[in-house]
């Protein structure tokens, strides 16, 4: 059993930090004593139902959690802020607790956990999550340029050289990690954890799919659940769907959204959509799969540039453990080789209106796979299973403990 601090900067009220932080940490916390800092929203402090219920829930699986208002602006003097008040409180909460692991969740969290590491030499995992820099500049909000991209990425190499542990989302990630030059010397090994899912939640809610007629203009729902903007090349999906339209004229986009909604009703609108084929949700994290069951097969499209060859998307394990295939596109982590490797969905080569459309053709026969249901929940467990990442993690925990 090993005494764990877990530092994430995504708040636990968050969807993400619900799916992809507590629903991790509930079940390591069986095995090992957790106590776990994170940066919640305003807004979400507000909350005041929801926030008494999670932290019963929490308090219940034995887990200490501290709680600390994310501050978004000024950028750079906001994050300087919380780190030192990161810092501040986990040197305070490891030698109370006796702390021998930090669990840092990214980079802001490993700038925490490299300070706490460098003052009172405590191990630490680097739990990258992707390349944050090359997020930035990908995403237009850093030049490659800048003083802070640069310091950024010097950071990053302090963090692969004196972790204890790194962690990768992809086999390609990994791999591009490796090919750093701080990294060529190195005999360090990086473990690969994917996004994983709760497929107790994600998980078929309906036995057997309904046999298709491609003759027949059949009520099709197309499924998108999460964010839009940025990464998400919502405007290729919106093209997807039309190609849909084409094809199956009752068709309709079914769309789990928190808080974008006007902005994806004015994208439908620029595109000549009738807001009739549409529909838009917002659902507690637990409803996620509810939803996604009404579906006949989930869609993202992610911008596949040089950061995202380490991404691997929350939806894509949610779709895949309710049974639904999947349409995606090239240059996203592991994506193509899971999909079409293991034939339980369709790749975009490019986003031209012909792969559009074959991409909508190619997605509609596979549907008519009479396995098709069974063959993603099957892949959904050997790649996206949480019990299979709890593992990994329980493996790197009780090994730094014992060394």
């Not at 078929?204 to 729902?221: E, G, R």
């Not at 974008?260 to 996620?288: F, P, T």
């Amino acid at each position: 059993m090993a005494r764990v601090l877990y530092i994430t900067y995504d708040g636990l009220m968050e969807p993400l930090g619900m799916s992809q932080v507590w629903q991790y940490l509930k079940v390591l916390s069986k095995n090992n004593t957790i106590t776990i800092i994170s940066f919640e929203k305003s807004a979400d402090f507000l909350d005041k139902d929801r926030l008494s219920y999670l932290c019963n829930e929490i308090e219940s699986y034995g887990v200490s959690w501290h709680r600390l208002k994310y501050h978004k602006t000024p950028s750079i003097m906001a994050t300087a802020y919380d780190i030192v008040r990161a810092i501040l409180l986990g040197v305070f909460i490891v030698k109370k607790s006796k702390i021998e692991i930090i669990h840092a969740r990214s980079y802001v969290p490993a700038l925490v956990a490299l300070v706490i590491n460098k003052l009172l030499n405590i191990k630490f995992i680097f739990d990258m999550r992707g390349f944050w820099a090359d997020e930035k500049v990908d995403g237009e909000a850093w030049s490659k340029n800048s003083l802070v991209y640069k310091i950024t990425k010097k950071l990053e190499c302090g963090f692969l050289t004196n972790a204890s542990s790194i962690v990768s989302l992809t086999n390609i990630g990994r791999n591009d990690v490796l090919s750093l030059d701080c990294m060529k010397n190195t005999r360090k090994k990086i473990v690969v954890i994917p996004t994983c899912v709760n497929l107790q939640l994600f998980q078929q809610q309906h036995l057997k799919m309904p046999v298709y007629n491609s003759d027949l203009d059949h009520h099709f729902i197309l499924g998108y659940v999460g964010s839009v903007g940025t990464f998400y090349l919502f405007d290729e999906v919106l093209k997807s769907f039309k190609a849909l339209l084409k094809v199956k004229k009752n068709s309709k986009l079914l769309i789990i959204n928190k808080g974008q909604h006007e902005y994806i009703l004015n994208k439908i609108s620029d595109m000549g959509i009738s807001e009739s084929h549409v529909e838009i949700k917002s659902v507690a994290y637990d409803k996620v799969a509810v939803e996604i069951s009404r579906m006949d097969a989930g869609i993202f499209y992610i911008k596949p540039v040089f950061s995202k060859r380490s991404s691997s998307p929350t939806k894509f394990g949610e779709f895949l453990g309710c049974g639904k295939p999947c349409i995606s596109n090239f240059g996203v982590g592991d994506t193509e080789s899971v999909l079409e490797g293991e034939n339980v969905g369709i790749v975009l080569k490019s986003f031209s209106e012909s792969e559009h459309v074959e991409g909508i053709n190619r997605l509609l026969e596979l549907i008519k796979d009479k396995n098709i249901q069974e063959r993603c929940t099957q892949v959904a467990k050997a790649h996206f299973s949480l019990g299979l990442g709890v593992e990994k993690y329980n493996n790197i925990y009780k090994q730094l403990v014992d060394k």
